[in-house]
């Protein structure tokens, strides 16, 4: 047989990532990416010489080669390396020996809760009843929703708290469990390097219901990574959230290839049609004879010595290969595979390092991973087999970058390879690499963002074939904006356009100011409310002068008397000049002057009384002030005409 790496699929069809809610996510359709399973170690299915089983966590010196007897398990066909890193609160990357609050996986993109142990809502021993009331995704069962002691409350309180700085936490589906979940480890089953403080033993629940039985709902057993479908939703299990969005099911999700073969067009693998011991029928492309059960060690051998449509790299499937197949939204057989399937058991190529006289199987009536026993009481197992190829890690993949747009900068990948500026250029990663793309655009130039095959969108692109991206770059200008007075431009400057856009600036004086004037360029624009820039082409300038309002204080004179009444600061001077304008806020300080023959009898009007000068604060327009001046009877000068002396001279006068 070829060596098991030198055939890989010509593409891979990974869709893009869509919002995770309906009702096939939450049931757990809809994810497609899968990291490797963990295992990195080979086992058998040999007994003690006493006939008892080997002890826990057993495994061979070295990995079979190829021919040999237990060749083909899971250990000799990595896929896409596990990635992790640890992120504090942002989203930010926490150094070497820094806490971390969440772990991003960047094979599948998604973001996870790290427990932790301090009697927080993230404590590693709270446990919760599964909620969700939303009938979209419930499966048809709310199930148990309490006060603050069900699934739904847990995940409310992370949004609430906008845990990490997101508030897009929810329940993860089953497969999204399952894909953390280590086949290396055990007692937890999960690289604690990463995911801390996980329940040893700990049920976790999943957001995907039962489809048979509507008041269950799944959840994963950490302690080895099996799946259950049969949690009762008012159980207390675990929960550990996720936030992120999840493939979609790419349509069609299987394509039949007319010869013997599927292509699931979510993985890129292609799968055996036929289960082992049936016989495709080319001419009515379908299977012939009755699938045939088959040990663990020759379920291996066969899948092994497979030759198929022209290929004889076939191998049995790892135990998330498999789960890969499932349809959770189904039941006998769960799975929309195309070819026959049995709703019973199929063996996968990973072992149970625990109990390593034991292997992985998923079961098709429900879709449940399990293991079993390799031999049970001197009788080897049997199960279903379905081989696959394709989707190995060996053959790296040249990622290239091309440039689009009239604007410059460079291009850097992590890890390094690609480091580019304005040519193309391009590098090759090894199989299941997570690449990550920055571009940084030069001054004056602006990047847009990511074109090219689908998974370059967001910059983070998985190698699993040969992939093209385009860093898109434009020109920019820039508009500088400069404000005199009270008053705001929004937005603020400088404000880079990018070539050929408009800009529009709002400009709002402060309350008691208003827009003198708007110069653009330095030309005068006049007062105005806003401006727009059409179809920028070069750098510009945009002046604003705010000024205070003004308002006019006026004065009135009443009465029979004369008089006039002078303003500081200067203004009034009235008669005369019987009103002025005065900047909004100005304390204006009136004074009445009467003339011979009169006096003032006092002010009325914008708050001033007596006679004494009044102060008056200009904060409206229409404050008028009247000044009463009364005309006063000149007795000193008319008396003596009337009356020779007064009469109490008079008598003193008299003998």
Known sequence: MDSPCRLFLCAILICSLLAADGLLLSRGRAFNKWPDTGQQLC????????????????????????????????????????????????DQPAAEGEAWIMVRDNVTGLVWEVKTDDGTVHDRDNTYSWCDPDSETNGGDEGSCGDGTDTADFIEALNNDNFGGHNDWRLPTIKELSSITHAGYAEPAVDTAYFPQTAVYGRYWSATTNTATASQAWYCFFALGNTYHYGEKDQLFHVRAVRGSSDEVPVPHFTDNGDGTITDNATGLIWQKCSMGQVWNGETNGCDGTAASYSWEQALAESEQLSLAGSDDWRLPNRKELQS????????????????????????????????????????????????YKVENGSETTYRVRA??????????????????????????????????????????????????EAVADAGSIFMGWSGNGDCGDGQVTINEAKSCIAVFRPTHEITVTVQGHGTVEPPGPV?????????????????????????????????????????????????????????????????GQGRVVAEPAGIDCPGSCSGSYAHGTPVTLTAVPEAGAEFTGWSGGGCLGTDPCTVIVSEAGIEVSAEFTYRFPWSIYYPLFFSRPPAEEEEASP
């Open 388 to 437: 696959v190829r394709g989707f190995q890690s060996s053959q790296p993949f040249e990622l290239s970058v091309t440039w689009s747009g009239e604007g410059s900068g460079r291009v850097v990948s992590t890890p390094a390879g690609l480091d580019c500026s304005g040519e193309p250029c391009a590098a090759e990663f090894p199989f299941g690499t997570f690449v990550t793309l």
């Open 496 to 560: 880079t356009v990018i070539d050929g856009e408009d800009q529009l600036f709002t400009i709002t004086p402060e309350e008691h100011f208003h827009v003198v004037g708007v110069k653009v360029d330095d030309e005068e624009k006049g007062p105005l409310q806003e401006y727009r820039f059409t179809g920028v082409a070069e750098d510009h300038t945009l002046g604003v002068e705010f000024g205070l309002d003004s308002h006019v204080l006026a004065v009135t004179l009443e009465g029979s």
């Open 43 to 90: 086992y058998d299915n040999e007994l003690k010489e006493d006939g008892s089983y080997q002890e826990d966590y057993a495994s061979l010196p070295t990995c079979p080669a190829a021919g040999e007897p237990f060749y083909g398990q899971d250990a000799h066909y990595p896929m896409i390396p596990r990635d992790y890193t640890r992120l504090k609160n942002g």
């Open 325 to 372: 197949l499932v349809d959770y939204t189904t039941t006998f057989p769960a799975t929309a595979f195309p070819g026959p399937t049995e709703p019973s058991g199929y063996w996968s190529s990973s072992s149970n390092v625990w109990h390593s006289f034991r292997a992985w199987y998923l079961n098709f009536a429900y879709g449940n991973v399990y293991s079993y």
